[in-house]
């Protein structure tokens, strides 16, 4: 059997061993894989209401790829490819998101200016391994941010990659807010983000986006760490019907990184 199918397998008899109803306070919960939103899985197949069930914080997308999502302090946020952050309300649903109940393992506080490479350097060696995973949560003053959204795809679905190349950047100045992300190891890379997933929102919750590019100072990071995973598959033909064999690692590798 291949590694996806040996993988998602595991991942399909976690799910059924711990319903949805019965979220982990110690766990990543995630709605669908990010394979199936490169290859354009899209449609909306869980509510905000039952995601919020399962966390507080998190990151994510909309039906049809509507913007960008971040969940801070238990309110979740739509970042539209306007710029602007709109409260979510419970029956919006979403193709793919991950979320978590933020508890902090780990507080420090950055007084020194870093960008984006030398804040990932520096949580690197604040991470006591690299085989689970975390929750992150850095408060601050930002002298940049450089953040992306796309519009709504209409059917039939492109790629990622290709609806990507109708995202709007947008480009913050001096601000406070908050980043909120993820870390994923290596192994989990066919169903989630390997290494740094992280979107951001101002302290006013008027805009954000997936985060690009940043330059931070006067900061607060919190790490928690999650030693769980919990999953929920769609259940409906978009998702049944998707090739999910193929190595997205280069796509979504393009589909993250920061556009020249």
């Known amino acids: ?23 982990s306070d110690d766990a990543l919960f995630q709605t669908s894989t990010i394979s199936a939103l490169m290859v354009g899985v899209f449609d909306g197949t869980m509510s905000f209401k039952d995601l919020k069930s399962q966390g507080d914080f998190g990151v994510g997308t909309f039906d049809r790829l509507d913007g960008e999502m971040v969940g801070l302090d ?5 970042v539209r490819s306007d710029g602007s952050a709109y409260l979510v309300s419970d029956s919006m649903k ?11 393992d780990d507080t420090a506080s950055l007084d020194a200016a870093y960008n984006l490479t030398e804040l990932q350097s520096y949580l690197d060696g604040r991470l006591p391994t690299k085989n689970l995973f975390y929750a992150i949560r850095i408060d601050g ?17 492109p790629t990622l990659t290709d609806a990507l190349k109708g995202q709007k950047i947008f480009q913050l100045q001096n601000v406070t807010g908050t980043v909120v992300g993820f870390w994923c190891p290596a192994y989990a890379k066919e169903i989630n983000v390997p290494g740094y997933h992280m979107h951001f929102i101002t302290a006013d919750r008027s ?22 995973l919990q999953m929920e598959l769609p259940k409906d033909d978009e998702f049944y019907k998707a090739d999910l064999s193929g190595d997205q690692q280069a796509a979504l590798k393009k589909a993250e990184s920061n556009p020249k």
Do not use: W
């Open 207 to 228: 805009a954000g986006g997936h985060i690009l590019d940043l330059t931070l100072r006067n900061a607060t990071v919190q790490i928690d760490d999650l030693s769980g």
């Open 74 to 78: 238990g309110q979740f946020y739509q």
């Open 141 to 157: 003053t930002f002298d940049y941010v450089k953040t992306r959204s796309p519009p709504a795809q209409d059917k039939p679905y």
């Open 94 to 104: 979403t193709p793919f998101a991950e979320v978590a109940f933020f508890k902090p």
């Open 1 to 23: 059997m291949a590694k996806i199918e040996k993988l998602l397998c595991a991942t399909v008899i976690l799910a059924m061993a711990l319903p949805v109803s019965s979220a």
